[in-house]
Nanobody
C-alpha cells in the first residue's frame, strides 16, 4: 500500500511559477512510476506528466512544466513555469509499481492516488 500526499498548490498570477510536491510512503519508491494529472471543473482528468526511468509530458504543458523525483526523499515534484489561467485545476499525484521503468500516460494505469491540491492561476 502506498500513500501519496500532495502539497504546494495555491494562487498564482499568470506567468508565475509553482512547484508541487508529492510525498510517498513505502520503502520501494524507486520502483514506482509516478504521474501527475489534473482536473478542472466540468472537464475530464488530464495527463500532465509522468516519470520512471524516462519522462513524459502532456502536450499542453510541454516546455513549461518539469517533473522530477528524489528517490532518497520518496518525493516527486512538478515544477510549473509560465502558468496560464487554463492551468487552473486540482492536481493529483499517482503511482504504480513498474519493474522495467516504464512510464504511463493513462490514469487507468495507476494504482494509487493522492487527495489532490488546488492550483489557481488568476490575476
Amino acid at each position: 500500500q502506498v500513500q501519496l500526499v500532495e502539497s504546494g498548490g495555491g494562487l498564482v498570477q499568470p506567468g508565475g511559477s509553482l512547484r508541487l510536491s508529492c510525498a510517498a510512503s513505502g520503502r520501494t519508491f524507486s520502483r514506482y512510476a509516478m504521474g501527475w494529472f489534473r482536473q478542472a471543473p466540468g472537464k475530464e482528468r488530464e495527463f500532465v506528466a509522468a516519470i520512471s526511468w524516462t519522462t513524459l509530458y502532456g502536450n499542453s504543458v510541454k516546455g513549461r512544466f518539469t517533473i522530477s523525483r528524489d528517490n532518497a526523499k520518496n518525493t516527486v515534484y512538478l515544477q510549473m513555469n509560465s502558468l496560464k489561467p487554463e492551468d487552473t485545476a486540482v492536481y493529483y499525484c499517482a503511482a504504480r509499481y513498474s519493474d522495467y521503468g516504464i512510464t504511463f500516460r493513462s490514469s487507468d494505469d495507476y494504482t494509487y492516488w493522492g487527495q489532490g491540491t488546488q492550483v489557481t492561476v488568476s490575476s
